[in-house]
Nanobody, 116 residues
């Protein structure tokens, strides 16, 4: 089993920055990659960014050039640096870990609110 705990959300003005963290514990040796998702009220959950075990990254079109995903394997933590935030980035952000045998684990989510 893997447990994920997100932190770093909050209220920020448009144009500001936040850094989200997702700390993994438990059977962290089984984790291959991490993903950040977000879900705004009334909308479907969408993929924001992903990072593989080898460090390859991918981003959703709406955040390319503004968000950066990274991981610290020694700390079993993945980060999402969010710059130039827009009101439309307002959502609950979730961390997801993909592990062996196609197991997936989700964090509880952290709220990000961007005011205009």
């Amino acid at each position: 089993q893997v447990q994920l705990v997100e932190s770093g959300g909050g209220l920020v003005q448009a144009g500001g920055s936040l850094r989200l963290s997702c700390a993994a514990s438990g059977s962290t040796f089984s984790i291959n990659g991490f993903e950040w998702y977000r879900q705004a009220p009334g909308k479907q959950r969408e993929l924001v960014a992903s990072i593989s075990g080898g460090g390859s990254t991918n981003y959703g079109d709406s955040v390319k050039g503004r968000f950066t995903i990274s991981r610290n394997n020694a700390k079993n933590t993945v980060y999402l640096q969010m710059n130039s935030l827009k009101p439309e980035d307002t959502a609950v952000y979730y961390c997801k870990a993909s592990a062996y045998l196609m197991k997936t684990y989700w964090g509880q989510g952290t709220q990000v609110t961007v005011s205009s």
